[in-house]
Every structure is written in structure tokens, then in C-alpha cells.
């Protein structure tokens, strides 16, 4: 699976960034609203979104709303300090599928993003 992490926190970026690729994805990351939109328009397209919400330029939601208006088929998961219970439903009506805290749970990333593997088609009948 492809991953695009979109966080403006530098330590956060490189440490995601380093645990995603060891557990076997690829990644690409970046720190802005504009960088991640970019991102989404290159080929080979992404499979999963890790956003922060609040980014330098923008906001993660206007990132996801941007991917849905698209019709991509991404995996959103929210990653961001905002927790509280209203920012769990704005990510939610924005277009996110998780909203996982900081400081991240390891164990629930992983879990989420092996459930979506299992869930891919895999072109067999």
C-alpha cells in the first residue's frame, strides 16, 4: 500500500515515516496542505492518508474534502492533537474514516491499516 503522511511537525513526519516503512508500506510524506494535494495528483495514485489536521497552509479536513470530491478511493485517518469529542465528528463529516490522538497508538495505526489491506480486492474471483 502507498501512504501519504501529511504532517507539519518535523520529529513526527520522519518518526511515522520510519515506523510506516518498516512495517512495509511506502511512503510519502510532506508538511503543507498544498505538498499533500499535490501529492494526490501524482501516479502512482495513494492508497491511505495520514493527516494532521492542523497544517501550516490549510487544514487535513480541507485535504480529505478534496479527496473525496475526487472520488478517490483512500483510507483517511486523522492524526492530530485535536481529540475532543467535536473533533472527532468534524473529521468524521469531513471525510475521515479514523481519527486516531497524539501521541499515536502504534498498535491502532497498525491495526487499521492491516484491516484495510485485508479488505483490498485482489483481483482474483
Known amino acids: ?6 504532517e507539519d511537525h518535523r520529529d513526527t513526519r520522519q518518526a511515522l ?9 511506502i511512503v510519502s510524506a510532506t508538511d503543507t496542505l498544498k505538498a499533500g494535494l499535490e501529492l494526490l495528483k501524482s501516479e502512482p495514485p495513494v492508497d491511505v492518508i495520514v493527516s494532521d489536521i492542523a497544517l501550516p497552509d490549510g487544514t487535513g479536513y480541507a485535504l ?3 479527496a473525496r470530491r475526487n472520488g478517490q478511493r483512500i483510507l483517511a485517518i486523522a492524526l492530530s492533537g485535536y481529540a ?3 473533533d472527532v465528528k468534524i473529521a468524521k463529516l ?17 491495526t487499521i ?3 484495510r489491506a485485508r479488505w483490498e480486492p485482489t483481483g482474483k474471483d
Open 94 to 110: 469531513t471525510g475521515f474514516d479514523h481519527h486516531l490522538s497524539k501521541p499515536c497508538d502504534c498498535n491502532s495505526l497498525r
Open 113 to 115: 491499516l492491516q484491516d
Open 1 to 6: 500500500m502507498r501512504i501519504l503522511v501529511v
Open 17 to 25: 515515516t520510519g515506523l510506516l516503512t518498516r512495517w512495509g508500506y
Open 84 to 86: 475532543y469529542p467535536s
Open 64 to 66: 480529505i474534502s478534496e
